[in-house]
Structure formats: structure tokens, C-alpha cells
T-cell receptor, first 116, second 110 residues
Framework: NAGVMQNPRHLVRRRGQEARLRCSPVKGHSHVYWYRQLPEEGLKFMVY????????ESGMPKERFSAEFPKEGPSILRIQQVVRGDSAAYFCASSPLGQGGTDTQYFGPGTRLTVL | DAKTTQPPSMDCAEGRAANLPCNHSTISGNEYVYWYRQIHSQGPQYIIH???NNETNEMASLIITEDRKSSTLILPHATLRDTAVYYCIVRLHNAGKSTFGDGTTLTVKP
């Protein structure tokens, strides 16, 4: 079984450009989570999505950041008008449907965003 | 989610057991203990989780105290490839987000 896939693995953008990060969850998983890890810091939760729904976006910056998980296709984390402070590793995780079963989150390899 | 406390770093000799402690004194009755590790900025890797009983899988064992206020992750025969940051997380099932602390940096030495 393929694990969580993220692309691109490395992304370089200039200040003011847009960054689009994609995440394909484990086959059969319907929950997706995005985390950010700034240099030399720990992972911070950003957003939790199910298909076509944002469940918890308490960790998302209020401006410039958005996320979606459409009915078909990967989850997308979009950062508009990037700034140098957005440079970080962005990790996606997925989990199966809960309802009494495990909702263990499995992480992808991450996308490393560098803003010049 | 309950707060966890872990030592910032530990060393272990190759081939010996690595015992990584975690304190979670404010854990509630239906919160699970999860362990992940992150090897050199790769994506976090799930290791094991448990609620009350001790658990074992092909990677590690998890020992949870009877009062559930602390737990220990045991890597029975540490190798150099086990050098990583180990995170102990306490969360409800279906809670969504996981709250990562600073973790323990385990260094396995030859």
C-alpha cells in the first residue's frame, strides 16, 4: 500500500508568489491533517479536513492560507503572497474514519518550502 | 489535549534497550497515548499507541502505569537508525489534531 504522498518535495518561491502543496492520503483514508514545522522547531497543527469539509482550522493563519480536500483528487494547502517567514516543512497526515476504530495519523514525507 | 513532559535528550548504546519516559499527569480517562518519531526532518513515523494496557508491536513496547499518569516507550535493541526525536502525544480518538511537544532526542551510540 502506498503511504501518504506529498508533492512537490521541495518548492522554491519568491516573495509575493503563490505556493500550492498537494497531499494524497493513504488509499481509503478520508481524514487529512496539515502541520507546519518551522526551522529548529516542533510540528504545529494547522488544519483538519474531511472530504469537502474543513473540520478544524484553529491552527491556520487567518490570512493568505487556505486548504481544501475535494471529493476527487488530493488535498491542497495554498499559501498566497508568500513571505520569508513561510519557509518551513509542511507535513500532511491522513487517518481512516474513526467511529470507534483507530484514527492513527500517518505522515507523508513533507514539502520543504523556501521563500527567497 | 493533555500536556506531556519528556526529557530533552537521552543516549543509548547500540544493541541495548532504550527506555524513553513520558509524563502525562493530567491525562483524562479516554485519552490515548501515542508515540511518534522523526528521523532527521523526515515525516513523523507512527510507532505505537495505547489506552490502559501495555502494548507491543514489531517496533516497540509501550508500558503505561496503572494510574496512567506516565508511560515508557521501550526500543528493545536500539540500532544507530533509531537515532531520532521521539514524541509522546496524548489525545482523544477522533480529536483531529495532534499536539506535538519538544520530544526527546535519542542518540544511539556505537
Amino acid at each position: 500500500n502506498a503511504g501518504v504522498m506529498q508533492n512537490p518535495r521541495h518548492l522554491v518561491r519568491r516573495r509575493g508568489q503563490e505556493a500550492r502543496l498537494r497531499c494524497s492520503p493513504v488509499k481509503g483514508h478520508s481524514h487529512v491533517y496539515w502541520y507546519r514545522q518551522l526551522p529548529e522547531e516542533g510540528l504545529k497543527f494547522m488544519v483538519y479536513l474531511q472530504k469537502e469539509n474543513i473540520i478544524d482550522e484553529s491552527g491556520m493563519p487567518k490570512e493568505r492560507f487556505s486548504a481544501e480536500f475535494p471529493k476527487e483528487g488530493p488535498s491542497i494547502l495554498r499559501i498566497q503572497q508568500v513571505v520569508r517567514g513561510d519557509s518551513a516543512a509542511y507535513f500532511c497526515a491522513s487517518s481512516p474514519l474513526g467511529q470507534g476504530g483507530t484514527d492513527t495519523q500517518y505522515f507523508g514525507p513533507g514539502t520543504r518550502l523556501t521563500v527567497l | 489535549d493533555a500536556k506531556t513532559t519528556q526529557p530533552p535528550s537521552m543516549d543509548c548504546a547500540e544493541g541495548r534497550a532504550a527506555n524513553l519516559p513520558c509524563n502525562h499527569s493530567t491525562i483524562s480517562g479516554n485519552e490515548y497515548v501515542y508515540w511518534y518519531r522523526q528521523i532527521h526532518s523526515q515525516g513523523p513515523q507512527y510507532i505505537i499507541h495505547g489506552l490502559k494496557n501495555n502494548e507491543t508491536n514489531e517496533m516497540a513496547s509501550l508500558i503505561i502505569t496503572e494510574d496512567r499518569k506516565s508511560s515508557t516507550l521501550i526500543l528493545p535493541h536500539a540500532t544507530l537508525r533509531d537515532t531520532a526525536v521521539y514524541y509522546c502525544i496524548v489525545r482523544l480518538h477522533n480529536a483531529g489534531k495532534s499536539t506535538f511537544g519538544d520530544g526527546t532526542t535519542l542518540t544511539v551510540k556505537p
